[in-house]
């Protein structure tokens, strides 16, 4: 679909606003915020997609946490807001980087040759053995030396002590491989203690019980371990505990501290004490460029910056593109860990995007209320009275939608454990369109919401340009109507009050 054609849709979707979502005829602030929602348009949010498109072409594919393609991608979102009129922060924060340069590779010298399938680093398949996330590098070929092995396996799981204690290497040549087995103590301490006897390498095997049989993902936690360490089958491992074994392993990686920023604009504008917040997550995984997952929040949320920047409004706009999301939401579990108490209660509600524009859609919204009756339980309160301001904009224009568990899995997940009403939006990863849905939306019945989730296709054409001028009128009127809500969701002292004095009004939309 044409850029031309986007914008229209967006338009006739605003333009629909309900009624209750026009100011009451008092001193506004802006002139219209019909107007001001209006203002925001599908094709520059896709013009950011592109624009992150074109970042990640020339870094190499990716826009990950650590990677020159996220600091193009913060400068880029940074550039845009201080020219919209945005105070922008950049927050740093050290988090433990890692990423496999390339296959790794194991083959038998002795006795008889024989060569081992790898596991790639994008996962795709699953080898005779992995490289253990924070291994070091290296390209070893040595003699293979038992550790501590319990063969066959103990009757339970963790019987083998393999590795766990100094003692273990007693009489371990230095320069050999390390042959090691789970079980008892972390994959760090067998890793470590075999890099402090002097191996070469490590090879942990899993430890042969029924369900511990197959090829080891293992981590080591985190940086610091310089030699090759990589899992295998129990199957492997027997075979190579034989007597005169010898193995070439090569492995090639990355594995150390590094630095990442989220990037937090904060209006110029609105009543510091209450805070009304958005955020998206701008780091892709590094096995591609992430532009549905998640350039599409991030660029919907820039092009709503851009539209308010400079207009007064009566809470106080911040709006965040987080790093680190895709490694366990790093930079907003920072963020809120590193807010003073005082600041964080001064936080009304949460808004989060991630996902807006997948290719195989359903417009979702988060279940702040449990209504679904699935999964995580509701949301603080207010997060019921955020999800309905989404369900009633879509029933308004007669768009269907559905509910997504609010399991807490994205940025706003730190939010509503410290107990801020959040909402969002979500069009869905790779869970399975059902055909109930392809009724209500369109799309195939039986594949995934996104194909290319976390992977390298997640490209500039991998995004339903339909949802996201959806979710941008959307995201849009939340905003808006949020920035000038007088009763904000949730409990307030002086909310009652205020609601029996002045309903019907902007944010009691219910
Ligand atoms: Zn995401």
């Avoid at 990423?99 to 795709?124: F, Q």
């Avoid at 869905?428 to 059902?434: F, L, N």
């Avoid at 500039?460 to 920035?483: P, S």
Wanted: charged share 15%; with cysteine; net charge negative.
């Amino acid at each position: 679909m044409r850029s031309g054609v986007i914008r229209s849709i967006a338009l006739s979707a605003a333009l629909a606003l309900p009624l209750a979502y026009t100011h009451p005829a008092q001193a506004d602030p802006v002139p219209s915020q019909k107007s001001l929602i209006t203002s925001v348009g599908a094709s520059a949010a896709k013009r950011h997609m592109q624009a992150l498109q074109d970042i990640a072409n020339a870094n190499g594919g990716t826009r990950a946490a650590g990677t020159p393609g996220f600091l193009a991608s913060r400068d880029y979102v940074a550039g845009k807001l201080k020219k919209a009129g945005w105070n922008v922060t950049l927050q740093p924060f050290d988090f433990a980087f890692f990423k496999e340069n390339a296959t790794a590779s194991m083959e038998r010298t002795a006795p008889a040759p024989k060569v081992y399938a790898p596991t790639p680093p994008d996962g795709s398949s699953v080898g005779d053995f992995a490289t253990m996330t924070y291994s070091g590098s290296g390209n070893v070929t040595a003699a293979l030396q038992n550790v501590d092995l319990m063969l066959p396996p103990g009757p339970t799981p963790s019987s083998s002590t393999s590795g766990c204690e100094a003692a273990d290497f007693a009489g371990f040549v230095p320069g050999n491989i390390a042959l090691l087995q789970r079980g008892t103590c972390t994959f760090a301490v067998k890793a470590q203690n075999a890099q402090a006897a002097g191996a070469s390498a490590a090879i942990i095997f899993n430890e042969g019980q029924p369900g511990r049989t197959a090829t080891l993902q293992g981590t080591l936690g985190g940086p610091g371990v310089t030699i090759p360490v990589v899992g295998a089958s129990f199957d492997v491992g027997q075979e190579l505990s034989a007597a005169g074994t010898a193995v070439h392993v090569v492995t090639n990686t990355t594995s150390e501290i590094r630095t990442t920023y989220n990037v937090v604009a904060d209006s110029k504008y609105g009543d510091p004490n209450k805070v009304v917040m958005l955020g998206a997550h701008l780091d892709s995984v590094l096995p591609g460029p992430g532009i549905n997952d998640n350039g599409s929040g991030s660029a919907v949320d820039l092009t709503i910056a851009e539209a308010l920047g400079k207009i007064p409004t009566r809470n106080h706009l911040r709006i965040a593109w987080w790093s680190g999301e895709e490694l366990g939401l790093l930079g907003s579990t920072f963020y809120v860990a590193n807010l003073p108490a005082d600041q964080l209660a001064k936080i009304k509600l949460y808004l989060n995007f991630d996902m807006v524009a997948s290719p195989n859609y359903a417009l979702k919204i988060y279940d702040g209320d449990d209504s679904d009756n699935t999964g995580a339980p509701a949301g603080p309160a207010g997060s019921d009275e955020i999800e309905k301001l989404f369900e009633k904009y879509f029933d308004t224009i007669h768009q269907a939608h559905n509910g997504t568990d609010f399991d807490g899995r994205s940025d706003y997940g730190p939010f509503i454990a410290a107990g801020i009403p959040a909402g969002g939006l979500f069009t869905g990863a790779e869970g399975i369109k059902t055909a109930e849905e392809a009724t209500l939306f369109g799309g195939t019945a039986g594949v995934a919401y996104d194909h290319c989730y976390h992977q390298a296709c997640d490209t500039i054409a991998n995004v339903n340009d339909k949802a996201l001028a959806l979710n941008l009128g959307a995201i849009a009127t939340a905003a808006v109507v949020y920035a000038y809500a007088t009763d904000l969701p949730g409990p307030a002292a002086a909310t009652t009050a205020r609601k029996a004095a002045a309903a019907p009004e902007i944010g009691t939309v219910r």
